[in-house]
């Protein structure tokens, strides 16, 4: 065989083993992957522990960014009044400077909120049919949650709840960095596009509280609630509370929906600020103003809002201007590359601990009762893999649907229904981007 009969051979044989390796990738991704998805449910303990350590009770390196964003958030909320009034927290809302709505309104888009609302209801149907012995441990999971909870977890709960039309809660998922870089930039102006964008995209909970109707834990007879008493954000003492119904929960819908937006821009702490979101969600319950329910289904349908909007083209140029311009923004407050912002060690950044992992395992179910139904297979709604292409660049649309199937919780657990109420119960974003980082 001549020289360059050989070189062609060679060549060949080099492009067909690069399906051959690419299939033994995803093959083994998805082992790891499934090794993830069928771990034991994770003890109570851990989690606690866990959730205790993303506040300022046990880690006092963390403690100085969350008492920044507790002063940068009352300032907000008290705009140019002397002291902060509790009449004025349900109208408060990112200024002019912070939040580019002029831009967004000159763009046209519609947001179809209606439609939108409506197949949220659609998804959720299934919690009409849950069992009592899932209702019973809905309430009794909220109660023991609510009542041993340790001071700052309920005060940086009131602080998520009462912060809830402003971005200050995701500087915390950042690290020191990155999470200072983003404050400034955010009251600066500096990514005022994506500040509107974010806040616009969620869609409102209320025509499924009025369709569920279901009433708040401390509203059950005989419950027993601790109404946690305000001494973080007016600080007036005065127990918080919430009316309207109560599934789903409305506030953990921003968290998620906010976090999983700013994750797609800012893909170098994706799986941190997806945990930012479930412990958002944790955080309703601790006030003891939702049930675990609630919170599973407002991440339900925020994770499938997300994906709908990426999805959608118009949108999608919008999303691109103001990923851009925050990139841009943050570059310049960090003084360096994003990568190397991102970048944290040690007890600062307890959101890129590896028992996050258990913790946002935990939020998908928070425990409760599992129907031992044969397993069958997740099916992905098209588009849906829009969710991973931030993080994962690497992979093509048809691997990170496999990477979403292969992640996905085993079958079987409250608000599965159909085929695609299934996948949005048992999407693992969290997993699925880890799983894939282990290669």
């Known amino acids: 065989m001549s020289s360059s009969s050989s070189s062609v051979m060679r060549t060949l044989r080099s492009f067909m083993e690069i399906p051959m390796r690419l299939t033994l990738s995803v093959i083994a991704l998805s082992l790891f992957a499934s090794t993830l998805a069928d771990a034991a449910e994770p003890q109570w303990s851990q989690i606690h522990a866990t959730a205790v350590n993303t506040t300022a009770d046990l880690n006092p390196n963390f403690a100085a960014r969350e008492a920044v964003i507790q002063q940068q958030l009352i300032a907000a ?3 140019n009044a002397s002291s902060l009034q509790r009449s004025e927290l349900e109208t408060a809302r990112q200024s002019s400077v912070q939040a580019d709505t002029a831009w967004l309104q000159a763009s046209g888009y519609d947001f179809h909120k209606k439609e939108n609302q409506q197949a949220g209801i659609a ?7 849950q069992p009592k012995a899932v209702m019973t441990a809905n309430l009794d999971t909220v109660e023991s949650i609510n009542l041993n909870a340790t001071g700052g977890q309920r005060r940086g709960a009131l602080i998520d709840a009462e912060g809830q039309n402003f971005l200050y809660f995701l500087a915390d998922a950042m690290g020191p960095d990155l999470g200072k870089a983003f404050l400034t930039a955010y009251n600066k102006g500096e990514l005022s596009k994506a500040a509107a964008l974010i806040k616009a995209s969620e869609v409102s909970t209320s025509a499924a509280k009025k369709h569920f109707n279901y009433p708040r834990p401390f509203l059950v007879a005989g419950n027993s609630i ?13 127990p918080y509370r919430a009316d309207g119904g109560s599934f789903p929960s ?12 700013m994750a797609e821009m800012l893909p170098e702490r994706f ?3 997806l945990d930012r979101g479930a412990r958002y969600g944790y955080s309703r319950i601790v006030l003891g103003v939702h049930y675990p329910l609630d919170v599973i289904g407002s991440r339900m349908a925020a994770e499938r809002n997300v994906a709908h909007f990426m999805n959608d083209a118009a949108y999608r140029t919008l999303f691109e201007q103001a990923k851009q311009e925050l990139r841009g923004a943050l ?8 990568a190397a912002c991102a970048r944290t060690t040690g007890d600062a950044d307890p959101y890129a601990a590896p028992q996050m992992r258990q913790f946002y395992r935990f939020t998908m179910t928070y425990g ?6 044969q397993q069958s297979s997740v099916q992905v709604p098209a588009g849906a893999e829009v969710l991973l292409e931030a ?5 093509n649309a048809a691997q990170r649907r496999q990477l979403m199937v292969s992640s996905a919780l085993a079958a079987g657990y409250p608000l599965s229904g159909d085929a695609e109420q299934s996948f949005w119960q048992r999407l693992n974003l969290h997993d699925a981007v880890v799983s894939a980082s282990k290669r």
């Open 331 to 338: 570059e310049k407050e960090c003084g360096m590359s994003l």
């Open 368 to 373: 409760l009762p599992r129907q031992r139904t």
């Open 77 to 79: 909320l008290r705009g």
């Open 271 to 273: 799986v941190p600020l």
């Open 226 to 238: 601790h109404n946690v008493p305000d001494d973080a954000v007016v600080k007036d003492n005065q």
């Open 250 to 261: 409305g506030h953990t819908n921003t968290g998620y929906t906010d976090a999983l937006l």
């Open 123 to 129: 998804l959720l149907s299934q919690f009409s049919a």
């Open 391 to 395: 993080p994962l660049p690497q992979l």
